[in-house]
């Protein structure tokens, strides 16, 4: 084992586990000052029960011996044979430390989900959405493609630390589940402004502390692939959050709001691709980002679909265009993979039959859930309990006096 890997794994489970109430935050102070305990805690909750649906039977199903290319099995139920030596994912670093790395992953993805929903959804059905959802549809894809033996990762897909996984997964079963719940009261009608955007702004700043981690931490060791991570993560960022300055300018004035949602969307999409594309592939891939998430917002206005924080725009489709840039940009030179601007065609039509699995398994796993779940318990409270708010309604209890 390396002290050094080891302890920047360490070090990097600790910055993706601060992702996740960056993210509330970050999803917090864009609802209605009634909600916001209630949008807190959707994010936080997570890393409870996620925390323990892993321990117990995630990290097994996701990267225990595989079955047939679909599952893992139950080797690791309980973290049995999860120990303090290296495991069969890395060779440096204790399992136990590669287990937990993955754990924050598993945590953050579901959270991300509840955007599409704040404000409106049951408490008691979105926790039994989130233990079936990560365990139905996260498990199985992650084994599909990080797993040993999973068949998208056999296939050649390339997905550094979670474009497919994480950000296309969670995007577009956010705009399942909108489909499925339908929107807010009032919504078209009413004005549904953002009650604390220095609260946006505070979590975009934190996720974007906490994705070198993400990113750079899926080198799982201190080395210079995870320098490269590093470098063309803040790269994206950097680019998007300008590009979505601009973008927002021409149209009206720079929005804050926007600058700060534009750097998210450039860590969403440089997220596959960092450890396999340069800064100058970054600076590209992130530049290009903004706009794809800009217009499909606007999009998705137009048609009055009610996905409440834009989660499909700005992790979905910029998932797929980071999934579908890295089969363009990836380096040969990075990291062994080259893309289409690198001579390999192939591996760009590679990156587009996983995503379009990725969609199609994620959306219609999601919907068939979310529609049992809405039969069985009901997905959204009473028009009374949202007419007062989901923090008093739901919790009993107001964030501000």
Known sequence: MNPGDT????????????????????????????????????????????????????????????????????????????????????????????????????????ALITGAFVERVRFSAFLLFSLLWTTLVYDPLCHWVWGKGGWMGAMGALDFAGGNVVHIAAGFSALAFALAIGPRKGFTITTMEPHNIPFTVLGAGLLWVGWFGFNAGSSLAADGLAANALVTTNTAAASAALVWGVLSW??????????????????????????????LGALVIGALAAPVSYYSIQFRQSKNLDESLDVWACHGMAGVWGALATGI??????NQAAGLFYGNPTQLLIQAVSVVVTIAYVSTMTFILARIIDAWLGLRVSGLAEEIGLDLSEHGERAYS
Do not use: C
């Open 7 to 110: 302890a920047w794994i360490m070090i990097s489970t600790a910055l993706v586990l601060l992702m996740t109430p960056a993210l509330a935050f970050f999803y917090g102070g864009m609802v209605r000052k009634k909600n916001i305990l209630s949008t807190l805690n959707l994010s936080f909750i997570m890393m409870a029960l996620i925390g323990v649906q892993w321990v117990v039977i995630g990290y097994s199903l996701s990267f225990g011996a595989d079955h047939a290319g679909i599952i893992g099995g139950l080797d690791f139920v309980g973290f049995n044979l999860v120990g303090k030596t290296p495991g069969p994912y890395a060779e440096t670093i204790p399992h136990l430390a590669f287990a937990s790395f993955q754990m924050m992953f598993a945590v953050i993805t579901p």
């Open 250 to 279: 021409r149209e009206n004035r720079p929005s804050v709001m926007g600058i700060a949602t534009g750097a998210v969307v450039g860590l969403v999409a440089i997220t596959p691709g960092a450890g396999f594309v340069s800064p």
């Open 329 to 334: 940009f990836a380096d040969p030179a990075i």
